[in-house]
């Protein structure tokens, strides 16, 4: 039988019922044994098989038993032969009512074996995966359709005041919001870049004259000809010198009227003998007119002659956030028409920048960080609708990304005064018109002071307001209003916060006494712009 039948107690499909009688036993005392056996085994549901002993003559059908040894063989009882359940008496079979377990595997179960493993079919593999690219595709297309990651519809569903709040404009330019990245740089660089020239000065150079060009020499003559150096032998117009004119520079600008006026920085133009302005479209460069500057604004309005020039918009620069984009369009080292892009990075920067003529004291800044580069001087500054909301004019050459622009709101207040060259009035400027330095350990010994401490008038301006309070060289001024300054720098700080007009009292040491004077505070520019007037007046 198959070992998956076998009971636990079962030991290879058999047990012994009983220890075998011995043969010199009594006939009497086996057949009580074999009956209790039998009667044991029919308890335990076990089927009972008495097997006879060796057959002889097996073919009459005879058999005699040797011996009375009791088997079991498992739930159906072994099968020992056929003769052994013919039913005719001689041996007797007991039902068996024994739990039927079909599968059952006792320890190390013989003749069973894993069923061998069935290999996937690579068209199986290959029909998943396409069904798996047919799936996300199908799913990229449905999003893509429907547009359901789309950062417009997430922003114009979580903001609709910002939507609302926007500022209606003529322009053709795309105001659609990305959360990530403004999608409209492009269309706003097409309609902005018509309208962005550039500027490139000239300057008068003298030339060499006759007598010192090596030209005018026979020697070098004979090889160069006499035409050589504009026809006079290298002197570029008569014996007696000549003169011609040498680019001096290059910046930026934007055409802000039709007629063609255009706004660009006072330094680009500064000290330019021509100006030459290129338009895109224009084959030829416009000779531009200075109109009207600014020095301590750097602003400059030029006008070229034509009409129907594309113009750009001044936006309000005051209505621009810190972390907004921004585009700056210009011609950075004479690579024509250059964008770059950046965010607002502040605004209400003020900065100090000295050049050939003085110092200038930029205030009110806007602070980017859009890529500007020498040449981007004077180009627009433009906000996502295409405005102008600041003129490109410095970048730190200390740091990378740190630029500056002028603010549109401090252009709209002079621009009008630009167009027509009307003066611009100049922000007051509180002095009193000396010149002062501080007292050190030389001065103090000369003048017989006790310390080395305060304010040494150098000079004072004549009719300046020093000079009409009567303050007078080599006074020492040691305090203002009763409040001692150790240092002329801190004095003149103190003077610069006061008002024109104001009224102080300057506490003075004079020939070894102290003296008080009253002075009223007078402004700088309006003094200087006196004093320029008496120069012109003078034959």
């Known amino acids: 039988m198959s070992d998956q039948f076998k009971k636990p107690e079962d030991l290879f499909g058999f047990r012994y019922a009983e220890e075998p009688s011995k043969e010199n036993r009594e006939a009497e005392e086996r057949e009580p044994a074999a009956e209790r056996a039998e009667a044991e085994a029919a308890d335990a549901g076990e089927t009972v098989y008495r097997p006879y002993g060796p057959v002889s003559g097996r073919e009459s059908g005879n058999e005699s ?74 799913l990229m297309f449905a999003a893509d359709r429907g547009n359901w990651f789309s950062g417009t519809q997430l922003a114009g569903g979580s903001s609709p005041t910002q939507a609302t709040s926007a500022k209606p404009v003529s322009s053709t330019v795309s105001n659609a919001v990305d959360t990530v990245r403004p999608n409209n740089i492009s269309k706003i660089f097409e309609q902005a870049s018509p309208a962005v020239v550039k500027i490139e000065t000239y300057t008068t150079v003298q030339n060499r004259s006759g007598g010192n060009s090596l030209f005018d020499d026979p020697f070098f003559r004979q090889f160069f000809g006499d035409d050589y150096g504009n026809g006079n032998g290298g002197n570029g117009g008569n014996n007696g010198g000549g003169s011609q004119e040498q680019k001096s520079g290059m910046g930026s600008g934007f055409i802000f009227d039709s007629t063609g006026y255009i706004l660009t920085n006072e330094h680009v133009i500064d000290g330019a003998s021509e100006i030459k302005v290129t338009v895109n479209g224009y084959e030829q460069p416009f000779t ?125 207040e002079v621009l009008d005064k630009l167009k027509t060259n009307t003066k611009i009035p100049s922000k007051p400027v509180p002095f009193i018109g000396a010149t002062l330095q501080d007292v050190n350990s030389t001065i103090a010994r000369q003048l017989g002071l006790d310390s080395a401490s305060g304010s040494y008038v150098y000079s004072v301006l004549y009719n300046s307001p020093a000079y009409k309070g009567d303050l007078r060289q080599y006074d020492v001024i040691t305090g203002m209003d009763g409040k001692t300054y150790k240092t002329s720098t801190d004095l003149i700080e103190a003077i610069k916060k006061k008002n024109v007009g104001d009224k102080v009292t300057l506490n003075v040491i004079r020939g070894g006494k102290k003296v008080d004077i009253n002075v009223e505070i007078g402004d700088k520019n309006a003094f200087e712009d006196q004093l320029e007037q008496q120069q012109q007046q003078q034959p």
Not at 314 to 326: K, Q
């Open 65 to 138: 038993r040797t011996e009375a040894t009791t088997f079991t063989y498992g739930p159906f009882g072994a099968a020992s032969s056929a003769g052994s359940g013919s039913g005719d008496g001689s041996g007797r079979h007991l039902p068996a009512n024994r739990e039927y377990r079909p599968f059952t595997v006792s320890g190390n179960g013989r003749h069973w074996e894993n069923p061998p493993r069935r290999r996937t079919s690579l068209r199986a593999v290959f029909a998943s995966f396409m069904v798996g690219v047919v799936a996300v595709g199908g």
């Open 288 to 412: 531009a007119k200075l109109l009207g500057s600014s020095y301590d604004l750097d602003l400059a309005v030029l006008k070229i002659e034509g009409s129907n020039f594309p113009t750009l918009k001044l936006g309000d620069s005051n209505a621009t956030n810190m972390g907004d984009w921004v585009v700056a369009i210009g011609n950075p080292y004479g690579f024509d028409h250059t964008v770059t892009v950046g965010v607002l990075s502040s605004n209400e920067r003020e900065i100090s920048i000295q050049d050939t003529n003085g110092t200038r004291n930029y205030e009110h800044l806007l602070q980017t960080d859009a890529s500007i580069n020498p040449g981007n001087s004077g180009g627009p500054l433009l906000n996502l609708n295409g405005e102008v909301i600041g003129i490109n004019t410095a970048v730190s050459s200390e740091a990378q990304g740190i630029g500056f622009a002028i603010p549109t709101s401090t252009i709209s």
